[in-house]
């Protein structure tokens, strides 16, 4: 199948601004390629026989220089122009006209469609839930207590092994209660939903603005045998949503957390939780602020390399 690649180069300071811009056209399978984070490991590392610093641009390793960050997507030929049309109106709107550059070339999907299976291996990605992917040759046998995941992403996103995801499942593990209700946003591949629903929650909805990902997500459901209480829909995060849940649960970045935030309080009821991932770092402050200005009380903040995930509790009782 022919794809176009879409490659949009911004400031590294952008990058976050520009996802959460792709996330709101439907798009959220990319790749982020910084070269400045390549230099700062490299020159971490010091000389090696493998490379020579010499060839690493003297700006790229004292910080005088940030080269732009690459952010690459793929859309299907079909419609590839209007889509990349569209995107830069929104990037324009986001960053400004001279934020960003946009690049586009053809590609056939049997470059890189399937190519990243190889990376994607079995993992524990909490300290019960154990991911496997759907394709391995050798099925998984968890050990005694631990939840087993089968998954195929497709195009969506969502393996387990992301620290946004790991995250979010580890403070599943923690603060879901047998019998909790669960709202799962940007529900991606279904991942989170699956994991709610094993881990022992009564109903859960997952919400995508993808298409495509809700399709993934109900097939994931299936095959994970939790269709009976697990399901995603469409829709744009709340959007039109008419229930509220124990757990309200949203893997997304920084700026849609903040816009979702207030939301998010009104779709959990007294008592319960909202926990939130896909949190860079150093965005923690900007997100607690909203999340605590919305009504929560932030229970606990939760790290695993640059990524945070944030658990708060609305005020109250469910009796």
Known sequence: MKYTEIRIKTAAALVETAT??????????????????????????????????????????????????????FVEAEGG????????????????????????????????KFNWKKYYTTAKVGSRVVVSP???????????????????????????THETTSLAIRM??????????????????????????????????????????VDVANENIGENGVSGTARAVYGDLAAGLDRSADIVVANLLADLVVRFSADAFRHTVPGGMFISSGIL??????????????????EEVMTDGEWCSIAAGRPGSAN
Not at 97 to 108: N, P, Q, S
Not at 283 to 297: D, H, I, R, Y
């Open 20 to 73: 959460a811009v792709l996330m709101n056209n439907g798009i959220y399978d990319m790749q982020i390629d910084d070269p400045a984070e390549i230099a700062e490991m490299l020159a971490d590392l010091g000389e090696t026989e493998w490379y020579d610093l010499s060839q690493v641009p003297e700006g790229y390793l004292d910080g005088s220089e940030r080269p732009d960050v690459t952010i690459t997507v």
């Open 81 to 112: 122009e209007e889509c990349c049309e569209r995107l830069g109106k929104s990037l324009a709107e986001a960053l400004g006209a001279d934020g960003f550059r946009i690049e586009t070339a053809e590609r056939d999907d049997s470059e890189w």
């Open 134 to 160: 759907t394709w391995e040759e050798k099925e998984y046998v968890p050990e005694p207590g631990e939840i087993l995941i089968k998954m195929d992403p497709g195009m969506a996103f969502g393996t387990g």
């Open 172 to 213: 599943l593990e923690k603060y879901l209660k047998p019998g909790d209700s669960v709202l799962d946003i940007g529900t991606g591949s279904g991942i989170l939903s699956i994991a709610a629903a094993k881990l022992g929650a009564a109903e859960v909805l997952g919400v995508d603005i993808d298409r495509d990902a």
């Open 281 to 298: 770092t150093d965005k923690e402050p900007l997100v607690a602020e909203a999340v605590t200005k919305a009504g929560f009380v932030i």
